[in-house]
C-alpha cells in the first residue's frame, strides 16, 4: 500500500517503452529461452534493445503482424517465451484472427507487448490510436490483459509475463508516464493495487490515468471528500475481491480509463458490480468516437480525460450515494 | 528411450504398402465423415497420398512418445481435412482407432478442425485458413535456435493461398533462410465455392514461388515415388525453404467425388457411403 503516495513528490517521467526495451534485455541475459519479434517498429516499440544485444532470438518479421503472431505461436509450441510487439491498433486489430486461433484457442505462451496504446498517440490520428484494444484482448479466453501504470509497473509487469505460462496482452503508452512506484515494490498479475485509502468514493483506474486518479484524490481530499485510489493495471483477470470491497466500502465508483465506453475496465467493473454489489458508478472514459490528431495532453483535455474529469464524476457519484 | 532415438521413419512402408495403407486412410475418411454427418471429404481425399507418405515413410516420429523433442513436425493448416490428419495419426498408434468414430461429437478429442490441445500428435490448431505456413516457421525458428536436426513440413490447399498472410510467410521463410521447412500445396485446383482458376487465379502458381525465392518442385500429388523423391529432395537443399507443388485431385479415390466441388464440405449420404467404401477396397 502507498497511502503516503502524494502525486508531485515523485514527478519524473519515464518512458514505458525504454522500460520494456531494457526489461527484454535483461530477461534475454536469464532466459536463453526468451525470443522476441517484432514487425518493423523496433525502433519504437523499443525492442531494438534486445535485437543489438541477442541478434539470434530477435526476429523482425517485416510489416507482416498476421505472419508475426502465427511465427510466435509456432516458437511457443516448440518452448519458446516469445514477446512479439508492435502498436497496440496493429496488435489489436490486424491480426486478431490470428491472435484468436493461434494465442487465444492454443493457450501458447506468447506475450504481446503494445506500445503507442490509447489516444496519447496523439499527433498520428486515429488510425494510429488503439482505443478498442483492451475490448478486443479481454474478449478472448485466456488471455491476461495488463495497463501499467508506470515504468516501474512496466517492467514488473514484464517481468511477471515472462514467469507466468500463458498469452499476455501488455498495453504501453507512447509518451512518458510520471512515476508511482518504488523501486522493488509488491506486484502480482491480477491483484489491483491500492494507492490510497478513502471511504467516500473509489476511483478505479488504469495506465495513465492512474496518476490522474492520484491528483483527483488529492485535489478532493481539500474538499471534503476522502477517496480510494485502485491501480487496476491487470484488467483480465479482474480483481474482483478488492473491486468489490472499494464498492461495499465505500458506497461509490468511478472508473477511469484511456479507451472505449465498451468492453474495458469500464464495463468489467459495471458487469461484475451489478452482479455482487450494484453502487453508483461513473465512467470516465472516451466514449463511444474516435479521437483526433493533436497533442497528448490536448487530446487528453479535448476528450475529458483528465484529473479535474476524474475529480469532477467523483463530486458527481458521491451525490448519487 | 530406443525408439525415439530412431534416425528414420519407423514404419519405413514400401511403395506398394503405403498405397494400401492410403486406401486404408481413405475408408476411415469415409467411415468418419459419414458417422458424424458433417466434414470435409474432397480436400481430405486430396491430401491422403501426401499424409500417408509422411507419417509412414518420412517424418521421423514417435507415436508412443508424441512429445519427443527431436520429432520432425508436421502442421495441417488446411485444417478442414482434419479426417485425413487423424485417420494417420490413429493407424500410427498416437489414440485408439476405434476413437474415430467420435469425430465431431460432443466431448470428442478429435475436434472439427485441428486443435493443439486436443488431440495427441497434433501440432497446431487450425481452421482459419491461411495460419499454417506462418506457424511452420516459428516451428523451423525454434529447431535453428536450439541447433534441432528435426525439420518441419507444412500442407496447405491451393485456395488457401488466396489468403494474404501466405505470402507474408512466403518472403519470411526466405529471409529467414530456412531449408529445414517444407511447404506441400495440395493443389487440386477446386476450393469451396468453385474451381480456383475462377474465383482466384493462382497460375503460374510454381512460379510465383520461386520467384518468391523457394526451392520448387512439382509433382503428381498421389504419385509415391514422386512425393517421396521430391520430400527426400527437400533435405539437399541449403539457405532456402522448399515448396513442392503437389497436383491433385479433390475428392481422389471415390469416383464421384472426384473434382467435384459439392463435396468439399458435405458428408456422404448412406448409400453414397456404401458406394464409395466398396470403391476404397
Ligand atoms: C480464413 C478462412 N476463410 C474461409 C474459410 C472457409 N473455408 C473452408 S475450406 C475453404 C476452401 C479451401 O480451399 P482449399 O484451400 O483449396 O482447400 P481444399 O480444396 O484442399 O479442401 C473455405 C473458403 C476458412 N476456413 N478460413
Known amino acids: 500500500m502507498f497511502q503516503q503516495m502524494q502525486p508531485g513528490s515523485h514527478t519524473a517521467t519515464v518512458s514505458l517503452r525504454e522500460t520494456y526495451g531494457k526489461a527484454l534485455v535483461a530477461l534475454g541475459k536469464q532466459d536463453k529461452n526468451i525470443v522476441v519479434l517484432d514487425a518493423d517498429l523496433s525502433p519504437s516499440t523499443m525492442t531494438c534493445f534486445f ?26 509450441a516448440c518452448g519458446k517465451t516469445v514477446f512479439a510487439s508492435t502498436f497496440a491498433v496493429f496488435a489489436a486489430c490486424r491480426c486478431f484472427d490470428q491472435v484468436r486461433i493461434c494465442l487465444s484457442q492454443t493457450g501458447l505462451n506468447v506475450k504481446v507487448v ?22 478486443l484482448y ?59 485509502e478513502g471511504k467516500d468514493v473509489a476511483i478505479l483506474a488504469t495506465g495513465i490515468m492512474v496518476f490522474k486518479a492520484l491528483e483527483a484524490a488529492e485535489a478532493l481530499a481539500g474538499h471534503g471528500i476522502n477517496c480510494r485510489v485502485l491501480d487496476v493495471h491487470t484488467i483480465k483477470p479482474l480483481d474482483e ?17 484511456e479507451h472505449l465506453a465498451q468492453g474495458g475496465l469500464g464495463s468489467r467493473v459495471a458487469q461484475v458490480l451489478a452482479r455482487t454489489k450494484p453502487v453508483p458508478v461513473e465512467f470516465i472514459n472516451l466514449g463511444d468516437r474516435y479521437a483526433l490528431s493533436g497533442q497528448a495532453e490536448e487530446l487528453l483535455r479535448e476528450y475529458s480525460l483528465t484529473a479535474m474529469d476524474i475529480e469532477r464524476a467523483a463530486k458527481i457519484v458521491a451525490k448519487r450515494k | ?93 498416437y489414440f485408439p482407432v476405434e476413437e474415430l468414430s467420435t469425430l465431431r461429437k460432443l466431448g470428442s478429442r478429435l475436434q472439427g478442425h485441428t486443435d493443439r490441445t486436443f488431440t495427441p500428435g497434433v501440432e497446431m490448431s487450425a481452421g482459419s485458413l491461411g495460419m499454417g505456413l506462418s506457424c511452420a516457421i516459428g516451428f523451423a525458428l525454434a529447431a535453428m535456435l536450439d541447433n534441432h536436426k528435426y525439420r518441419t513440413y507444412v500442407l496447405l490447399g491451393d485456395g488457401e ?30 476450393q469451396l465455392s468453385g474451381k480456383t482458376q475462377n474465383i482466384m487465379c493462382l497460375a503460374p502458381f510454381a512460379k510465383k514461388w520461386q520467384a518468391f525465392g523457394w526451392h520448387t518442385i512439382e509433382i503428381d500429388g498421389h504419385d509415391f515415388d514422386q512425393i517421396i523423391s521430391a520430400l527426400q529432395e527437400t533435405r539437399a537443399m541449403k539457405g532456402k525453404p522448399s515448396m513442392i507443388v503437389a497436383h491433385t485431385i479433390k475428392g481422389k479415390g471415390v469416383s464421384f467425388m472426384e473434382n467435384n466441388v459439392a463435396f468439399h464440405g458435405k458428408p456422404p449420404s448412406p448409400e453414397e457411403t456404401d458406394k464409395a467404401l466398396k470403391e476404397l477396397e
Open chain 1, 51 to 76: 535485437a543489438q544485444e541477442f541478434p539470434d532470438r530477435f526476429f523482425d518479421c517485416g510489416l507482416a503482424e498476421q505472419n508475426m503472431i502465427s511465427i510466435a505461436a509456432g516458437l511457443a
Open chain 1, 114 to 135: 503494445a506500445t503507442h496504446g490509447g489516444i496519447t498517440v496523439g499527433e498520428d490520428g486515429m488510425s494510429h490510436q488503439a482505443i478498442e484494444d483492451l475490448s
Open chain 2, 161 to 190: 493461398c488466396d489468403e494474404g498472410q501466405v505470402w507474408e510467410a512466403a518472403l519470411s521463410a526466405f529471409q529467414f533462410k530456412l531449408d529445414n521447412l517444407v511447404a506441400i500445396v495440395d493443389y487440386n485446383q477446386i
Open chain 2, 1 to 93: 528411450m530406443e525408439t525415439s532415438a530412431q534416425k528414420a521413419n519407423q514404419f519405413d512402408l514400401s511403395v506398394p504398402q503405403l498405397e494400401q495403407m492410403s486406401k486404408k486412410l481413405r475408408r476411415y475418411v469415409i467411415n468418419m465423415i459419414a458417422t458424424a454427418r458433417s466434414g470435409h471429404p474432397g480436400g481430405s481425399l486430396s491430401a491422403a497420398d501426401i499424409v500417408t507418405a509422411l507419417y509412414f515413410k518420412i517424418l521421423k516420429h514417435d507415436p508412443r512418445n508424441p512429445q519427443w523433442e527431436e520429432r520432425d513436425r508436421f502442421i495441417l493448416s488446411k485444417g478442414h481435412a482434419a479426417p485425413i490428419l487423424y485417420a494417420a495419426l490413429a493407424e500410427c498408434g
Open chain 1, 138 to 196: 479481454c474478449a478472448l479466453p485466456g488471455f491476461t490483459v495488463i495497463v501499467p501504470a508506470d515504468a516501474r509497473e512496466t517492467a514488473e509487469a514484464v517481468k511477471a509475463a515472462a514467469s507466468t505460462r500463458g498469452p499476455f496482452y501488455i498495453r504501453l503508452s507512447r509518451i512518458k508516464s510520471p512515476i508511482i512506484y518504488p523501486e522493488g515494490y509488491a506486484f502480482t498479475v491480477g491483484k489491483a493495487i491500492t494507492l490510497r
Open chain 1, 241 to 257: 475481491e478488492t473491486v468489490v470491497k472499494a464498492a461495499a466500502e465505500t458506497g461509490a465508483i468511478v472508473v477511469a480509463e
